[in-house]
């Protein structure tokens, strides 16, 4: 459910956006949602939904997910994040704050947890379509 | 693209009143134990106090205060639950007492996260364990929290305090407001940190003395504020935070 607290951002950024292009009536906004947060696109949905507001009211919300990447840093292997294996604590605690997967992931092949985020992380606002 | 995190920041933190940022130059001088004392002093007198800690290299303040099965409460956001009266937030909810082999990047968003994501109730103030140095969560922590006032710590070593120094000169440079310096565990009558303190243009606050018995409260909040450092912090925290004005 915290993704209410990310909505609420996206939404107070989106309109800091808009002012900044001078967009009076937006048309489409495009966020992309890292599969490490594991964010639930629905509730994420239903929770702008709720708050939006003008120049959000007709807005379309298109919401992208993007594959986690993890690089590692000791041997180079690059590899693509899954939840899968994991128990459900420490999915949620990821969830949270994703930087704890180096406390939880290790690199598949030396067992470092010394890896970079390549890609995929959290949540990003894309782009505003609209008119001035 | 936007990260849209960084919009709500001071957002989440509007309903609390002034934001104190225990901090030091030098890790080992006792400064978690100084922002969890402190907090529980400002609450003693009938303020209502957070206590945030974002040292995540060595998070502490949870061994201090004996705090075992708590979670935050999801909300709509997480909201800290309430710790012998503080409310409480840390990353040890998240990766208990595992450790956290972050990179200056991942303790950047990481802290980002957090206080996006904190609920905080209405509070007098809210006591920040902050990361030791002056890296990449410090420099964060100073650019993202507008309201923040920085309560230094340091002790008698002058290798603490030379290291201490640097960081209170770059909060200077600035313009970050400072309510003062600390001089925690001592043990003698010297006056060098004092003269030292005031040679920054900086408040020297006082001196909590070394006392063994602080060791003895770890986990037991009811016996540390029975300690001699904890009446020493509680006077501080009347006479410079309670009642001063700040000093830049």
Known sequence: MHEWALAEAILKTAEEVAQQQKLTQITEVVIRVGELQQVDSQILRFAISQMKHAPFEKAKFRILTAKTTLRCRVCGASWLFSRSKMDKETAEAIHFVPEVAHTYVKCPKCGSPDFEIASGRGVWLECLKGAK | ?248
Request: aromatic letters at 6%; hydrophobic letters at 45%; charged letters at 25%.
């Open chain 2, 1 to 248: 693209m936007v990260d849209p995190r960084l919009s709500v920041i001071n957002a989440r933190l509007n309903r609390i009143s002034r934001i104190i940022a225990v901090s030091s130059g030098k890790g080992g001088v006792g400064k978690s134990v100084v922002a969890t004392t402190l907090a529980f002093a400002l609450a003693r007198c009938g303020c209502k106090v957070g206590l945030f800690d974002l040292d995540f290299t060595g998070p502490s303040t949870h061994i201090i205060l004996g705090a075992h099965q708590v979670q935050p409460k999801e909300e709509k956001g997480l909201i800290p639950p309430t710790v012998d009266g503080l409310e409480y937030m840390s990353l040890i909810y998240f990766v208990g007492d595992n450790p956290t082999p972050f990179r200056g990047e991942d303790t950047s968003n990481a802290l980002i996260e957090l206080l996006t994501i904190t609920l905080w109730d209405k509070l007098d103030f809210l006591v920040i364990d902050m990361p030791p140095g002056i890296g990449d969560a410090f420099l964060d922590l100073v650019r993202l929290i507008h309201r923040i006032e920085f309560l230094i710590v340091t002790t008698p070593s002058m290798l603490a305090f030379e290291t201490v120094k640097k960081q209170a000169e770059l909060l200077c440079e600035q313009k970050m407001q400072i309510i003062g310096l600390i001089e925690n565990m001592k043990a003698d009558k010297s006056e060098s940190v004092e003269l030292g303190t005031r040679r920054l243009g900086l408040m020297y606050l006082g001196a909590i003395p070394f006392d063994p018995q602080v060791e003895e409260a770890i986990g037991k909040p009811q016996k540390l504020m029975q300690t001699s450092a904890a009446e020493a912090l509680r006077k501080i925290a009347e006479t410079a935070i309670l009642k001063g004005k700040n000093q830049r």
